[in-house]
T-cell receptor
Framework: AQSVTQPDIHITVSEGASLELRCNYSYGATPYLFWYVQSPGQGLQLLLKYFSGDTLVQGIKGFEAEFKRSQSSFNLRKPSVHWSDAAEYFCAVGVGAGGTSYGKLTFGQGTILTVHP | GAGVSQTPSNKVTEKGKYVELRCDPISGHTALYWYRQSLGQGPEFLIYFQGTGAADDSGLPNDRFFAVRPEGSVSTLKIQRTERGDSAVYLC??????WGTGGNEQFFGPGTRLTVL
């Protein structure tokens, strides 16, 4: 079965600093990988996704993520964090085509990002 | 266009009572997912509908949980004999089916916060 690990439960950065949120996955086939953001009282919003091709994917709000198959990782990065980026971030792996429930997402525990002014 | 909507936004009930949670997906989305998010955790898959049928209900925790989607649009998650451990945010998501050539994004609703006293 697939699984996702986000090693950092809580990260604090200063506004303007760079950010990297870690994500490691376990899945027996080609993974479909996602990063979602959840602000208090808001629904989950997709930041970016990886399906195939270029291993560096660009998302919304200036975020990017790099898929590294050898490390089973899909870390999220942003060069300069804004106060509005404070939220909870979830990495997820999707079951690929051929499975009985393709499309199903397995999420990590989440990383809470605090941004100091 | 409207996104995924869920009603009620909050539900407080007493232990042992029956509750129904409703999800209105985005028009035209044939795939519908229910997830449960407990405090401090990432969302956990409950059930996946493709059209009217439940393609995968492996995430339902026990037989007190049941979901329907009779006309392939609106879905209702039903919980019988509620327990305090059922307290969580119940999320619904919809998408076009499968991954396709570029994948299909799951759009999440704001969730229903269920509190069982």
């Amino acid at each position: 079965a697939q699984s996702v690990t986000q090693p950092d439960i809580h990260i604090t950065v200063s506004e303007g600093a760079s950010l990297e949120l870690r994500c490691n996955y376990s899945y027996g086939a080609t993974p479909y990988l996602f990063w979602y953001v959840q602000s208090p009282g808001q629904g989950l919003q997709l930041l970016l996704k990886y399906f195939s091709g270029d291993t560096l994917v660009q998302g919304i709000k200036g975020f990017e993520a790099e898929f590294k198959r050898s490390q089973s990782s899909f870390n999220l990065r942003k060069p300069s964090v804004h106060w509005s980026d404070a939220a909870e971030y979830f990495c997820a792996v999707g079951v690929g085509a051929g499975g009985t429930s393709y499309g199903k997402l397995t999420f990590g525990q989440g990383t809470i990002l605090t941004v100091h002014p | 266009g409207a996104g995924v909507s869920q009603t009620p936004s909050n539900k407080v009930t007493e232990k042992g009572k029956y509750v129904e949670l409703r999800c209105d997906p985005i028009s035209g989305h044939t795939a519908l997912y229910w997830y449960r998010q407990s405090l401090g955790q990432g969302p956990e898959f409950l059930i996946y509908f493709q059209g009217t049928g439940a393609a995968d209900d492996s995430g339902l925790p026990n037989d007190r949980f049941f979901a329907v989607r009779p006309e392939g649009s609106v879905s209702t998650l039903k919980i019988q004999r509620t327990e305090r451990g059922d307290s969580a945010v119940y999320l619904c998501a919809s998408s076009h089916p499968g991954w396709g050539t570029g994948g299909n994004e799951q759009f999440f609703g704001p969730g229903t916060r269920l509190t069982v006293l």
